[in-house]
Every structure is written in C-alpha cells, then in structure tokens.
C-alpha cells in the first residue's frame, strides 16, 4: 500500500525557514523521483520542486528558485524540502508524491498523504 506522511508544518513569519518531511513507503523508493506539491483551497495543486531517484537532478517552481530545497534519504525513505525567506503567499498544505514519467506526472494521484499546513504570517 503506498503512503506517504508529510510533516515538519506550522507557523512562521515572514522571512522565517521551515523544513518539511515526507515518509515514502509501498513502493519502490529508490527507483522513483519525487516531487513536493502544495495547494490551497480554491485552487489547483501546484509543484513546487522535484528531485530525481538519485538525488542529482532537482526541479523548482520559478517562484520558490533559491530559496527552497529538496532532497531525499534514500536508506530512509525519505524526501525533505528546505523551504528559507518563506512569503505569506506561500501559506498552503504541502504534499509529497513521487513522479512517474516525466516531472509533471504524478505515479499515485490516488495515494495522497494528509499533507502538512505552512502558515507564513506577514
């Protein structure tokens, strides 16, 4: 069964870090990229960054480019996003998922987590 557990959320001003987890299982990990997404009520889910099944190839969403990244423990299961200078735009639940084909393409579109909420306060 895949799974995956989002966490490391919470409050913080603007300017402020935050660093997000994500706990991957029931799949092969080690094989897949990942990617972190978030959204906000209203709107369409959004991907903020990516990494290959190696770690040596990351994506970024223009607008998150030098400030957030991500990363992955592959002996954990692991993916992380380092997320510095957060903007109160950025207030959303982020979710992590891994990538099937090409970046755009979600592998479990039915397997999503709770997510964790970031809250950047201006």
């Known amino acids: 069964q895949v799974q995956f557990v989002e966490s490391g959320g919470g409050l913080v001003q603007s300017g402020g870090s935050l660093r997000l987890s994500c706990a991957a299982s029931?799949?092969?990990?080690?094989?897949?990229?990942m990617s972190w997404y978030r959204q906000v009520p209203m709107k369409e889910r959004e991907q903020v960054a990516g990494?290959?099944?190696?770690?040596?190839?990351?994506i970024y969403a223009d607008s998150v480019k030098g400030r957030f990244t991500i990363s992955r423990d592959n002996a954990k299961n692991m993916v992380y996003l380092q997320m510095d200078n957060l903007k109160p735009e950025e207030t959303a639940v982020y979710f992590c998922?891994?990538?099937?084909?090409?970046?755009?393409?979600?592998?479990?579109?039915?397997?999503w987590g709770q997510g964790t909420q970031v809250t950047v306060s201006s």
């Open positions: 029931g799949f092969m990990f080690n094989y897949v990229a």
């Open positions: 990494i290959d099944n190696r770690g040596g190839t990351t």
């Open positions: 998922n891994a990538v099937a084909g090409n970046w755009g393409e979600i592998a479990f579109p039915s397997s």
